[in-house]
């Protein structure tokens, strides 16, 4: 991966900030002047994972683009808990339309922006695994398909949380919902977005998580270095649907990655360029027996066969991507 | 009606009227906690705080931060046998800080620069007598001195540093580094008297406030050995002693050690130095319950000391001594075998442990002496009013830095004494283990290993074994600190909030919870790397 890590062993570069590194070095999130785009008095659960995820992002696109930004925001958790009119948490200029229609509303906005001659203006669409990877899913591969200059960033919690956690196309084998009581969401299903958006060959495409501030910054940095469409994956661990404590958010999200359910890579133009490798590799139980939408899976006796084929799948992204040296 | 809008009823507002604090059953609480290396410290450094201000690089700063507690960091970063280290918290997840390492640096840049300490107290007009010249009696006086006191230190060394001089070889601590921690003691204006013994304590305290004894414990324990005329069997502590004031002692080609402690490694290896083809300690137990420190064992091995386990010497005849083999019985206490084994020795070395002169404290009424050393309560002071006592001839571990912490703490308490206070030591922290620590923050990092002097050289001479690290190494080594249990501001509770619930206060001021959005979620808790807030409840 090509985020500079600086050897300070004291809390070498996964920390925040750093009082021993210049201020231009440490993390966006490390500033007192940071966008604050998502600011105190929001609605989201104790701990949410998606609440922070996009400060992290929003604030990352904010001083990559010194502010000249528009956020397109889809239907769904983030738009619910941040925006009950009359009040809003965004200090953004900020956007809502529907559910279904964020990638297509960003469009328009860069074409407008674009008729105006307003082209160094930004624009962010944003919304959760049920507004793009299920909802929003047709008007999301039109702007790949089309190439507009957006940078979409799907927060993926893995079901629709704000409505009562029922299924998404994003929900993850054996994961129980609502709407997948036991044994879970089958083998098989659902679709990998990020792969997807390869497959349009769009000039940026890449995955990130809660768990490592540094990367989403850099990605987000990164994305916003190119024209037309992009698009960033971001795991944020949900503490109501996952069933984990509120202050496991990070914990999950890192074991995620460090078991090689969720990968973290970029890719350009359809090629993966860049591979966040293993740190500290993890079996999946470590990463499921933390969440109550597996505890079935570790009744008396245990689904060790159910576990397998989930920490087959691991294996196959450490294969695959090459998450381990 | 208002002049909102077509259909608009409500006027557009921020979300911080919505004061989410109100959802919190637990909050976040900073807090500091005692790092293990600091615990450990027997002279009270604040190692953590000090490798900090070394981590900036301040290196001055730093080395200001150990004369708070410890007026010899150069000795420390010499003979110390590193209990902060054992204890560090970094052992468990690669391997401990170097932090004696890093303390060596400071004091030789001390004393390259120049460095010293001034005296800012008041004079208080007291004078206080100190009785021996090693490491906890001129701790003692240097904290006195520096509390405003007049200080008096009295000894029978023709020169000043007790065992530090007269009992640790000059391959671990070179003089030119002694004798410039002490000069800047002396400098600071406390009188010696050197070369003269006090014989009688209560003629010696007339004109003074108070007193601190610290005589040490010179005195070689002996052993019957039956032994022939012509059997050449000397103590250890009068051999090093000897080597420093006048001359080498001739040991002969094969010199055999009796002993198994530190003192015992130190008179084999500079039997080696002195010439010998065969040092040979010979040890009635097992090397797990060998009293002498790792790493002297280890050096010692290096340069060609041989160790007898299980053996005990029978008798010595002109060159030859027969040694009987031991086996340990149930209870680990060595019994003979009824086996035996002659070894060549031109000489045999007792180390056999040391006891403490006490002979200066006749007729001082109160003072009451058990096992040999002297009685003194959590003051450190004797049964006698005004008398406190430190070092090796009191009941504790015998080595340099217990006895420079005895001498500071000796210092407080007869400094309120004199004021007619009573030292009250301030409430302990709790530990800061390891299990607090989100280590996943430490970028792995190997300790730095110090360059040592080849080994042809450490087996003929006297030369410093162990290198110091340059100012690259020793600032690596220091960052290494893991700042366990104490903010060193990374910024992750800010960064990782996800209600923008924590406010940054600025460099050097940490952070403070707004509590009025907090909504106690705990991961500035669980992603704190140094563990350095907790959660506590609401009280309702």
């Known amino acids: ?325 | 009606m208002d002049d909102k809008p077509f259909a608009i009823t409500l006027g557009v507002g921020t979300s911080r009227a919505n004061k989410t604090g109100a959802w919190r059953t637990e909050r976040p609480v900073y807090l500091d906690r005692l790092p293990p290396c600091n615990q450990a410290c027997p002279a009270g450094e604040n190692v953590q705080r000090w490798l900090s201000l070394a981590e900036e690089p301040s290196y001055e700063a730093a080395w200001r931060q150990i004369m708070e507690d410890n007026p010899f960091p150069a000795i420390m970063g010499r003979v110390c046998y590193r209990p902060c280290e054992t204890a560090c918290n970094r052992g468990k997840l690669d391997q401990a800080v170097g932090v004696n390492s890093v303390e060596r640096f400071l004091g030789d840049e001390a004393i390259k620069h120049g460095w010293t300490v001034p005296v800012t107290a008041e004079p208080s007009g007291k004078r206080v007598l100190v009785v021996g010249a090693g490491p906890a009696g001129l701790s003692a006086a240097y904290h006195l001195t520096r509390l405003g006191h007049q200080v008096t230190v009295a000894d029978s060394g023709s020169r000043p540093g007790g065992m530090m001089r007269f009992g640790i070889p000059r391959y671990r601590l070179p003089r030119d580094i002694l004798d410039a921690e002490i000069g800047r003691i002396a400098d600071m204006g406390v009188t010696f008297r050197l070369g003269r013994a006090v014989t009688d304590l209560a003629e010696a305290m007339r004109g003074f406030d108070a007193a601190f004894l610290a005589v040490g414990a010179h005195l070689g324990k002996r052993a019957y050995i039956p032994a022939g005329d012509c059997a050449r069997i000397l103590d250890a502590v009068s051999v090093l002693r000897d080597l420093e004031e006048t001359s080498a002692p001739a040991l002969g080609r094969h010199v055999v050690v009796y002993g198994g402690g530190n003192t015992a490694m130190d008179a084999a290896r500079t039997a080696k130095r002195l010439g010998a083809s065969d040092a040979v300690v010979v040890y009635r137990r097992t090397r797990d319950r060998m009293p002498a420190h790792d790493s002297e064992v280890s050096e010692a091995g290096e340069e060609g000391v041989r160790i007898k386990w299980l053996s005990t010497i029978a008798h010595a005849v002109g060159g030859t001594i027969t040694i009987e083999k031991m086996r340990l019985d149930e209870t680990g206490f060595p019994q003979p075998t009824g086996e035996f084994e002659e070894l060549a020795a031109d000489s045999v070395v007792l180390a056999l442990g040391q006891e403490a002169d006490l002979s200066l404290l006749g007729g001082l009424p109160g003072v009451e002496v058990d096992d040999g050393v002297v009685k003194v309560g959590p003051n450190m002071m004797t049964g006698c009013p005004g008398v406190f006592a430190g070092g090796d001839m009191v009941p504790d571990q015998r080595t340099v830095t217990v006895a420079v912490g005895h001498g500071k703490k000796a210092a407080r308490h007869i400094d309120a004494w004199l004021r007619g206070a009573t030292g009250r030591p301030a409430p302990k922290h709790p530990v800061a283990d390891f299990d607090l620590l989100n280590t996943w923050y430490y970028s792995d990092a190997p300790a730095t290993v110090r360059p040592r002097l080849e080994m042809a050289r450490r087996i003929t001479t006297f030369d410093e074994v162990e290198g110091g690290l340059d100012e690259r190494t020793a600032l690596f080594e220091a960052r290494r600190c893991l700042s366990c249990g104490n903010c060193f501001e990374c910024d992750n509770c800010y960064g990782v909030c996800p209600d923008n619930a924590v406010v940054k206060l600025g460099p050097g001021l940490r952070y403070e919870i707004d509590l009025d959005f907090c909504k106690g979620c705990g991961l500035c808790v669980a992603e704190c790397p140094a563990g350095a807030i907790e959660m506590v409840p609401e009280i309702s």
């Open chain 1, 1 to 325: 991966m090509p985020v500079e890590r600086t050897k300070f062993y004291q809390v070498g570069s996964f920390a925040v900030g750093n009082r021993l590194l210049p201020p231009e070095q440490r993390a966006v999130q490390a500033s007192p002047d940071r966008g604050n785009s998502l600011t105190c008095g929001h609605r989201a659960c104790r701990g949410c994972g998606e609440a922070l995820g996009a400060r992290w992002a929003v604030d990352a696109a904010i001083s990559a683009t010194a502010g000249r930004m528009v956020v397109v925001n889809a239907t769904g958790c983030l738009e619910v808990f941040s925006t009950p009119y009359p009040e809003s948490s965004w200090q953004v200029s900020w956007i809502h339309s529907l559910f279904g229609n964020a990638p297509a509303v960003a469009t328009g906005v860069a074409a407008a922006l674009r008729a105006k001659g307003r082209t160094e203006v930004r624009v962010v669409g944003q919304g959760g695994d049920g507004g793009t990877v299920d909802i929003g899913f047709a008007c999301l591969s039109g702007m790949f398909e089309r190439d507009d200059d957006v940078l979409y960033i799907c927060y993926d919690n893995q079901a629709y949380m704000n409505t009562g956690v029922q299924r998404s196309g994003a929900t993850p084998p054996a994961a129980r919902t609502a709407t997948t009581p036991l044994p879970g969401q089958a083998f098989g299903q659902g679709k990998n977005v990020p792969l997807i958006a390869m497959a349009h060959e769009i000039p940026y495409v890449a995955t990130a998580t809660v768990a490592d501030l540094r990367d989403l910054e850099y990605k987000v940095r990164r994305a916003m270095e190119f024209r037309g469409a992009r698009y960033l994956h971001v795991l944020v661990p949900c503490p109501l649907g996952w069933v984990t404590a509120a202050c496991d958010t990070i914990r999950v999200a890192r074991l995620a990655t460090e078991s090689g359910l969720f990968p973290v890579f970029e890719a350009e133009r359809g090629e993966v360029t860049g591979v966040t490798k293993i740190r500290r590799r993890v079996p999946v139980d470590d990463y499921l027996r933390l969440q109550g939408r597996y505890a079935h899976l570790f009744g008396d006796p245990p689904k060790t066969d159910v576990i397998a084929r989930i920490q087959a799948g691991a294996d196959r992204n450490v294969r695959r991507f090459g998450l381990v040296d």
